[in-house]
Nanobody
Framework: QVQLVESGGGLVQAGGSLRLSCAAS????????MGWFRQAPGKEREFVAA????????NYGDFVKGRFTISRDNAKNTVFLQMNNLNPEDTAAYYC?????????????????WGQGTQVTVSS
């Protein structure tokens, strides 16, 4: 049974930082690209960031503009999203995803597996 469990969300003031974590089980973690997506109420799911199996390739959504960094620890089956300089427009539920293809996650907003999500709320 595949499980992706996110943590680290919460309430933060504009300009602040959060670090999201996603612990994976039930998959051979190093075989998968890992990604983060977000969805705000009334809006479509949006690609945030993805990293390939080794961590050597990373893609980001256009809105990130250098504020977020995705990383992974294959020894701990965990992927991270460091988010800095947050603004109220970043308020959304953030979802972890796993797929064999970095390109698929980046270009189609689809993924083989999804977590339950963690809420990020940025106050002005």
């Amino acid at each position: 049974q595949v499980q992706l469990v996110e943590s680290g969300g919460g309430l933060v003031q504009a300009g602040g930082s959060l670090r999201l974590s996603c612990a994976a089980s039930g998959i051979t973690f190093r075989n998968y690209a890992m990604g983060w997506f977000r969805q705000a109420p009334g809006k479509e799911r949006e690609f945030v960031a993805a990293v390939n199996w080794s961590g050597g390739m990373r893609n980001y959504g256009d809105f990130v503009k250098g504020r977020f960094t995705i990383s992974r620890d294959n020894a701990k089956n965990t992927v991270f999203l460091q988010m800095n300089n947050l603004n109220p427009e970043d308020t959304a539920a953030y979802y972890c995803a796993a797929d064999f293809s970095l390109a698929t996650m980046t270009t189609t907003r689809k993924s083989a597996y999804w977590g339950q999500g963690t809420q990020v709320t940025v106050s002005s």
